[in-house]
C-alpha cells in the first residue's frame, strides 16, 4: 500500500504545481495572508484535485483483475482514501463509490441458509410480477399484421437491409435524443456481424464499439427488431452507457448488470415518447421485455425445463430456434442474468412511480439521476 499512497502523493504534489503556476504565470508575488477564507477559485481547484487523487487512488488499487478483490484489500483502500483524500470535497458520485468500498470493506458473514432461500423466493416473485405486468401490456396489442413483423430471413440483401435499418434507427435515436443524454464525444458506432460461437442474437463489443449480430440467429429475427437492437445496444443504451463518463471500474460485474438495467429500463420508458407509441413498435419492445425477464428467471430457478421456458414466453411467438438460443445462454451464465434482474429491480425502485407513468420530462430527470448509480452495486 505504500507504493499507492506514494503515487498519490506525488500526483497531488504535481497537480498542487500545476495549479499554482498556472494561476500565478506572469503576475508578481503576492504576499501571504494568514486566517483569510478560501476563495471559491481556490475551493473549486482544491475539490479538482481531491477527485483526481480519489480516482487515482482507487484506480491503483484495482486488482489486476479490474476488481478490488478480497475484503481486506478493500479494506485497505478504504484506509488510504479516508487518509490521503479529504472527503468533503469528492463528488456525489465518488461519495457514492466509497461508500460502496466502506460497505464491501466490513466483514463478510455468509447470510444463513434461510435468508439465502427467503431472498431466492422474493426475487422469484418480483421477476414473475414483472413477467405478468408485461405479458398483460403485450396481449392488450393483440394480433399484429404479419407484414410488420417480416423475418429478415437467410438472403445476404435481406440481412445486409436489417443492418442498415439497425444504423437508421441509431441515427433516429442520436437526433431526437427523448431521453436528453449527453450523446458528445462517443466513438463511431459500428455494426458487424460476429462469426465465432455465441448464443446472443446480439450484443455490444467494447472492444471496437461495435454492435454484433449472430449471422445463426440473424435471419430469424424480425426486420422491426432492428429498432431495438439499436436501442439496447447503441443508443441510447451499451455505446452511450459503456463511454460515458465514469469512476474507476471497482466493481465491473456490477456495473455490466447495471448497464444492462438501464438499458431495459429505457426500452420500457420509451413508452413516454411520441416515436415509439406505435404497436409493432411496442410489440416488439414487449417481446424483448418478456425474453430476458423469462431467461432471468431461468437463471434463478435452474431446473426449470425448456417447455417451461416456452410457456413464461408463448405470447411472443417468438421462434423455436431463438427461444433455443436464449434457453442456453440464460442457463451458460445465470449470474450475470441474476445480478441484471437485480439491479433492474432496484432501479425501478429509484423512480419516482411506475414507468408506464411517468411523463417524458420526469423520465430525464430520473434517468440522469440514476446514471451515477450505475458504478456501484445495486443488487
Same mark, same amino acid.
Given at each position: 500500500?505504500?507504493?499507492?499512497?506514494?503515487?498519490? /502523493?506525488?500526483?497531488?504534489?504535481? +497537480?498542487?504545481?500545476?495549479?499554482?503556476? /498556472?494561476?500565478?504565470?506572469?503576475?508578481?508575488?503576492?504576499?501571504?495572508?494568514?486566517?483569510?477564507?478560501?476563495?471559491?477559485?481556490?475551493?473549486?481547484?482544491?475539490?479538482?484535485?481531491? *477527485?483526481?487523487?480519489?480516482?487515482?487512488?482507487?484506480?491503483?488499487?484495482?486488482?489486476?483483475?479490474?476488481? #478490488?478483490?478480497?475484503?481486506?484489500?478493500?479494506?485497505?483502500?478504504?484506509?488510504?482514501?479516508?487518509?490521503?483524500?479529504?472527503?468533503? %470535497?469528492?463528488?456525489? =458520485?465518488?461519495?457514492?463509490?466509497? @461508500?460502496?468500498?466502506?460497505?464491501?470493506?466490513?466483514?463478510?458473514?455468509?447470510?444463513?441458509? &434461510?435468508?439465502?432461500?427467503?431472498?431466492? *423466493?422474493? $426475487?422469484?416473485?418480483?421477476?414473475?410480477?414483472?413477467?405478468?405486468?408485461? !405479458?398483460?401490456?403485450?396481449?392488450?396489442?393483440?394480433? $399484429?399484421?404479419?407484414?410488420?413483423?417480416?423475418?429478415?430471413?437467410? !438472403?445476404? #440483401?435481406?440481412?445486409?437491409?436489417?443492418?442498415?435499418?439497425?444504423?437508421?434507427?441509431? =441515427?433516429?435515436?442520436?437526433?431526437?435524443?427523448?431521453?436528453?443524454?449527453?450523446?458528445?464525444?462517443?466513438?463511431?458506432? #459500428?455494426?458487424?456481424?460476429?462469426?465465432?460461437?455465441?448464443?446472443?442474437?446480439?450484443?455490444?463489443?467494447?472492444?471496437?464499439? @461495435?454492435?454484433?449480430?449472430?449471422?445463426?440467429?440473424? !435471419?430469424? +429475427? @424480425?426486420?422491426?427488431?432492428?429498432?431495438?437492437?439499436?436501442?439496447? &445496444?447503441? %443508443?441510447?443504451?451499451?455505446?452511450?452507457?459503456?463511454?460515458?463518463? *465514469?469512476?474507476?471500474?471497482?466493481?465491473?460485474?456490477?456495473?455490466? &448488470?447495471?448497464? /444492462?438495467? %438501464?438499458?431495459?429500463?429505457?426500452?420500457? &420508458?420509451?413508452?413516454?415518447?411520441?416515436?415509439?407509441?406505435?404497436?409493432?413498435?411496442?410489440?416488439?419492445? $414487449?417481446?424483448?421485455?418478456?425474453?430476458?425477464?423469462?431467461? *432471468?428467471?431461468?437463471?434463478?430457478?435452474?431446473?426449470?425445463?425448456?417447455?417451461?421456458?416456452?410457456? #413464461?414466453?408463448?405470447? /411472443?411467438?417468438?421462434?423455436?430456434?431463438?427461444?433455443?438460443?436464449?434457453?442456453?445462454?440464460?442457463?451458460?451464465?445465470?449470474?450475470?442474468?441474476?445480478?441484471?434482474?437485480?439491479? $433492474?429491480? =432496484?432501479?425501478?425502485?429509484?423512480? !419516482?412511480?411506475?414507468?408506464?407513468?411517468?411523463?417524458?420530462?420526469?423520465?430525464?430527470?430520473?434517468?440522469?439521476?440514476? %446514471?451515477?448509480?450505475?458504478?456501484?452495486?445495486?443488487?
Amino acid at each position: 500500500m505504500s507504493r499507492i499512497f506514494a503515487h498519490g /502523493t506525488a500526483l497531488l504534489g504535481k +497537480l498542487l504545481a500545476f495549479g499554482v503556476l /498556472t494561476g500565478c504565470a506572469g503576475y508578481p508575488a503576492q504576499p501571504i495572508q494568514q486566517n483569510r477564507e478560501a476563495s471559491d477559485g481556490e475551493v473549486s481547484l482544491r475539490a479538482r484535485l481531491e *477527485q483526481t487523487l480519489f480516482n487515482d487512488l482507487v484506480t491503483q488499487g484495482i486488482s489486476t483483475e479490474n476488481y #478490488l478483490g478480497t475484503p481486506e484489500q478493500v479494506h485497505d483502500i478504504k484506509i488510504i482514501l479516508e487518509r490521503d483524500v479529504d472527503l468533503r %470535497l469528492i463528488s456525489n =458520485a465518488q461519495r457514492q463509490l466509497f @461508500s460502496a468500498i466502506a460497505g464491501h470493506a466490513k466483514a463478510q458473514v455468509p447470510p444463513p441458509e &434461510a435468508r439465502i432461500e427467503r431472498d431466492h *423466493q422474493q $426475487l422469484t416473485e418480483a421477476l414473475t410480477s414483472r413477467l405478468n405486468r408485461l !405479458s398483460t401490456a403485450r396481449a392488450a396489442l393483440g394480433r $399484429l399484421n404479419p407484414e410488420l413483423l417480416v423475418r429478415v430471413g437467410p !438472403s445476404e #440483401l435481406g440481412q445486409q437491409q436489417f443492418l442498415d435499418l439497425v444504423d437508421s434507427a441509431i =441515427a433516429v435515436q442520436l437526433a431526437s435524443n427523448p431521453f436528453a443524454l449527453d450523446y458528445t464525444q462517443l466513438p463511431s458506432l #459500428l455494426i458487424k456481424r460476429y462469426h465465432l460461437p455465441t448464443h446472443k442474437a446480439f450484443f455490444y463489443q467494447t472492444q471496437d464499439s @461495435s454492435i454484433r449480430l449472430n449471422p445463426m440467429l440473424l !435471419s430469424e +429475427l @424480425s426486420f422491426a427488431e432492428a429498432e431495438v437492437i439499436a436501442f439496447l &445496444a447503441g %443508443l441510447p443504451g451499451k455505446h452511450f452507457l459503456t463511454h460515458r463518463r *465514469q469512476l474507476p471500474a471497482v466493481f465491473p460485474k456490477h456495473r455490466a &448488470a447495471n448497464q /444492462t438495467a %438501464l438499458t431495459l429500463l429505457m426500452l420500457e &420508458a420509451a413508452d413516454a415518447v411520441a416515436f415509439y407509441q406505435v404497436d409493432y413498435s411496442r410489440a416488439v419492445r $414487449l417481446n424483448h421485455l418478456l425474453l430476458v425477464t423469462a431467461q *432471468q428467471l431461468k437463471a434463478i430457478n435452474v431446473t426449470m425445463t425448456f417447455d417451461e421456458f416456452v410457456e #413464461l414466453t408463448t405470447i /411472443t411467438g417468438t421462434n423455436p430456434a431463438r427461444l433455443q438460443a436464449a434457453f442456453a445462454e440464460a442457463a451458460e451464465a445465470p449470474e450475470a442474468f441474476e445480478r441484471s434482474a437485480r439491479a $433492474l429491480l =432496484a432501479l425501478h425502485q429509484q423512480l !419516482s412511480g411506475p414507468i408506464t407513468s411517468l411523463p417524458i420530462q420526469v423520465l430525464q430527470q430520473e434517468i440522469a439521476a440514476l %446514471l451515477p448509480l450505475l458504478d456501484v452495486p445495486q443488487s
